[in-house]
């Protein structure tokens, strides 16, 4: 909460603290009374956690769930001001998904006033998402606006450490043994060569140069990320659309970008801009993972340099057996397959425990993945390494 309360006698704010989050009535026994901002503020905390008796404003055992907003935009937006004045941007958050969950607003984003005033985050655009049929042509701008200043930020955040550590990581894999001058791994090199050391000249004699290929020379490596855009992985969907535009403008990389529930929908082109590829997604739907990972395995050309992101919670809707089968024979050939359970910082995703397990088994590693954790994670896949699971997040 935004107003300084540092004077205030502890015993004080305690009792302040209770009274807000009880809602005040006769049941709350603090007997604080709320002033000055804490009025408004506690207007709108009664807005969005309400019950339906109509007087105090907060929830009653066994009572209907009510709404204090009212049904049109405008009181929406003056609240989302309200709330975006008196509490912190990570509160602003929370409360916006709240309202969107609690009190059936989705139906109000797709009126442009109502979108000026959000507060926009990963969790938003998922929403906006969801919505984008259903969303009238005078909405779409405004959205799209919406949208890009979310992916703007996480590609700000995201996209120069990824492009390091990956580029590191195509040098390394793609070592040759005749290096031009300027190409030459003068570590390993010396290294491979010290039993031709001559004493007399205090010198080595490198009969083996090692050295690292030209990245613009020719495509390395293949990555292709497949993704599961049912409703639960909104949020995954996003920061792969995000990383999706990343390694696509790497050079070095051939990057596809598939995304499924029942059916297929290769985005490839569509990486140049990744607020294209999210609305080129349609959010909610069942699951066929077998069918996306056919598709994804009929576009492999070079399997042993390829590297195949299955980001699913594992709902399969499909064929079980076939899709293990189909990944098994993915990595028979030489892909390199990495499931990654979540790719949000939500926390612990719910997923299909079976099927992660049988994956783990087949030697295709089955976890949630932060962000910041995902370009380790393509780099160390890039090279043949040791995936870097965190403790705990795997199958």
């Known amino acids: 909460m935004t107003e300084d309360r540092t004077a205030q006698a502890p015993e004080e704010e305690r009792l302040r603290r209770w009274r807000m989050v009880l809602g005040g009535g006769p049941a709350d026994g603090t007997g604080y009374m709320p002033a000055g901002n804490d009025v408004a503020m506690d207007k709108a905390l009664a807005a969005l956690y309400g019950r339906g008796d109509g007087k105090d404003g907060r929830l009653k055992a066994g009572a209907e769930r009510a709404a204090g907003l009212g049904g049109s935009a405008p009181s929406v937006a003056r609240w989302l001001g309200d709330i975006r004045t008196y509490f912190p941007s990570s509160v602003v958050q929370v409360m916006q998904r709240d309202a969107i969950d609690r009190l059936g607003l989705a139906a109000l984003l797709l009126e442009p006033e109502m979108l000026e005033a959000v507060e926009a985050d990963v969790h938003l655009v998922g929403t906006l998402l969801s919505l984008n049929k259903a969303m009238p042509e005078e909405t779409k701008e405004t959205a799209r606006t919406v949208v890009r200043k979310v992916v703007e930020e996480l590609e700000r955040r995201l996209a120069s450490r990824t492009r390091t550590a990956l580029t590191g990581a195509l040098d390394r894999s793609a070592r040759i043994s005749r290096p031009r001058h300027h190409d030459i791994d003068w570590n390993r090199t010396i290294a491979a060569n010290l039993r031709h050391y001559l004493p007399e000249y205090r010198t080595i004699v490198p009969e083996r140069l090692i050295g690292y290929g030209r990245a613009s020379q020719a495509v390395k490596k293949e990555v292709v990320l497949c993704v599961d855009q049912s409703g639960s992985m909104a949020a995954s969907v996003v920061y792969a659309s995000v990383f999706g535009a990343v390694l696509a403008s790497m050079r070095s990389l051939a990057t596809r970008l598939v995304v499924f529930d029942t059916a297929v929908v290769d985005l490839t082109d569509q990486l140049e801009d990744p607020v294209d ?70 926390g612990a995703p719910s997923y299909d425990r079976e099927h992660a397990a049988a994956l783990a088994a087949l030697g295709a590693p089955a976890f949630a993945c932060t962000p910041d954790l995902f370009p380790d994670v393509m780099a160390a896949a890039l090279e043949k390494g040791t995936i870097p699971i965190p403790e705990g997040a795997a199958a």
């Open 277 to 346: 590829v999210l609305f080129g997604t349609q959010l909610g739907g069942g699951t066929d993972i077998n069918r996306a990972l056919a598709y994804c395995q009929s576009r492999i050309t070079r399997p042993a340099d390829t590297v195949v992101v299955l980001i699913s919670d594992l709902y399969e809707g499909g064929i079980k057996d076939e899709m293990l089968k189909r990944v098994a024979a993915m990595k028979a050939a030489g892909v390199q397959f990495v499931t990654l359970l979540a790719l949000s910082d939500e």
